[in-house]
């Protein structure tokens, strides 16, 4: 087997076995791409010339490039996954990669939004909604729910009209590796949401195409892409004072932060996050007691 047909086989296993998004197998590609290239033109190194020096040589390689920390990690692991999943379908005769270790990633704590900016940014998406205008409307209802429930961008995206349980107010969300589970909203988002299925999708809906059960649409009546919600957060979060990204991630952590703030039980976050890991949730934690000491800082006497 090649190069160009092991990659794909493994893409393929990704996709259809363990239910990796687009967005990961478009990261794991490149790696594995990367890795094809360098151990061609460095060693001319076949699959079964694959092995841990010539692994740790092109990790060595992408360090001295300036690559982060955190790069280096999810090309470690894609190798790993990679050369696992070699050995398991007998193109090699062994996992050359499983001893493979890249830096540990720099811990940086997430941004997180202060209460009183988030108010006065969803008191503003509320001013902008009542002036009828539908994208206004939506993007109301898109923040709120990105905030109440914590959703990733990609699952607020695939969100279904028939996901949406207003009875008991849940959501049905598909997360990371094809894994469901219900997470709750509040009355502030179900308000919005209700004005947004009311008055503003029927209106977009109107202007596609094909029709969609997707909640939320573009101003086209198309689904809305990822990358719509990002530029909308983004413009949202532009003159928040704070650093660290200003995509829709920002009020994920927001959100995680609060409920802790606000004394919920860790593993309920960590539920609600959909986290396969407590030790994920964990920072979130860290992040409380940062904004405790620089409270505590700025308010005691004899801080």
């Excluded at 090309?75 to 990669?97: E, K, M, Q, S, Y």
């Excluded at 509040?186 to 977009?204: I, K, S």
């Excluded at 802790?260 to 409380?288: C, F, K, M, N, P």
Aim: proline share 4%.
């Amino acid at each position: 087997m090649d190069w160009d047909r092991a990659i794909e086989g493994y893409l393929r296993h990704l996709a259809s076995d363990r239910g990796f998004s687009e967005h990961s197998i478009r990261g794991y590609r490149g790696d594995l791409d990367d890795l094809a290239r360098f151990a061609q033109l460095t060693a001319g190194a076949t699959l079964n010339e694959l092995d841990l020096e010539l692994l740790r040589d092109w990790l060595w390689r992408a360090s001295s490039a300036g690559l982060a920390k955190s790069t280096l990690g999810r090309r470690a692991a894609a190798v790993r996954g990679f050369t696992r999943w070699l050995a398991a379908t007998g193109a090699t005769p062994a996992d050359v990669g499983a001893r493979l270790k890249a830096p540990r990633a720099d811990q940086h704590l997430p941004r997180v939004l202060t209460r009183a900016q988030m108010t006065g940014i969803l008191s503003a998406l509320i001013d902008r909604a009542a002036t009828a205008d539908v994208v206004a409307v939506r993007d109301l209802a898109i923040i709120e729910l990105l905030y109440a429930s914590a959703l990733r961008v990609s699952e607020l995206a695939g969100l279904r009209v028939g996901d949406i349980d207003r009875g008991r107010l849940t959501l049905r969300v598909l997360g990371k590796g094809g894994k469901e589970r219900v997470v709750p909203f509040g009355v502030p988002a179900a308000h919005a949401l209700d004005e947004y299925l009311a008055r503003a999708r029927p209106v977009l809906a109107a202007r596609a195409e094909a029709a969609s059960d997707i909640v939320f649409l573009g101003a086209r009546g198309a689904p809305v892409s990822t990358r719509t919600v990002y530029q909308l957060v983004a413009s949202l979060l532009a003159d928040q004072p704070g650093t660290g990204p200003s995509g829709p991630h920002a009020l994920r952590h927001t959100a995680a932060t609060h409920l802790l703030d606000g004394g919920a039980d860790l593993r309920a976050v960590q539920e609600l996050l959909g986290h396969a890991s407590l030790s994920t949730t964990q920072v979130y934690t860290h992040v409380s007691a940062e904004r405790l000491k620089q409270t505590y800082a700025n308010a005691h006497p004899r801080a």
